[in-house]
């Protein structure tokens, strides 16, 4: 059973970096996507970004790219958001998730992590 954990939120001012990270353990695919979405307060989780764990294919929503990037650490089985530039808008839950396709849907994946909260102020 593939298990998940998100860590490295916090709160920033407005302007401010974090560095999310997601640890993956057990049986996984060999062949398989990472991906970051996020719920806001009041709003349906959306995607934000995915990388291919083989070949490390990356995107991004539109409204993250040029302030976020992922990426992957295949001997640690972790993959990380680094978040940058940061708005009270991108407050929110941050969720990662792992799947057989590099997708931005959520029904492309099929474990998620507990989340981890990001919270922006003005």
């Known amino acids: 059973q593939v298990q998940l954990r998100e860590s490295g939120g916090g709160s920033v001012q407005a302007g401010g970096s974090l560095r999310l990270s997601c640890t993956v353990s057990?049986?996984?695919?060999?062949?398989?996507?990472v991906g970051w979405f996020r719920q806001a307060p009041g709003k349906e989780r959306e995607f934000v970004a995915a990388?291919?764990?083989?070949?490390?294919?990356?995107f991004y929503a539109d409204s993250v790219k040029g302030r976020f990037s992922i990426s992957r650490d295949n001997a640690k089985n972790t993959v990380y958001l680094q978040v940058s530039s940061l708005r009270p808008e991108d407050t929110a839950v941050f969720y990662c998730?792992?799947?057989?396709?590099?997708?931005?849907?959520?029904?492309?994946?099929?474990?998620w992590g507990p989340g981890t909260q990001v919270t922006v102020s003005a």
């Open positions: 990388v291919d764990w083989s070949d490390g294919f990356t």
């Open positions: 998730a792992t799947g057989g396709l590099t997708s931005r849907h959520e029904y492309d994946y099929n474990a």
């Open positions: 057990g049986r996984t695919f060999s062949r398989y996507a």
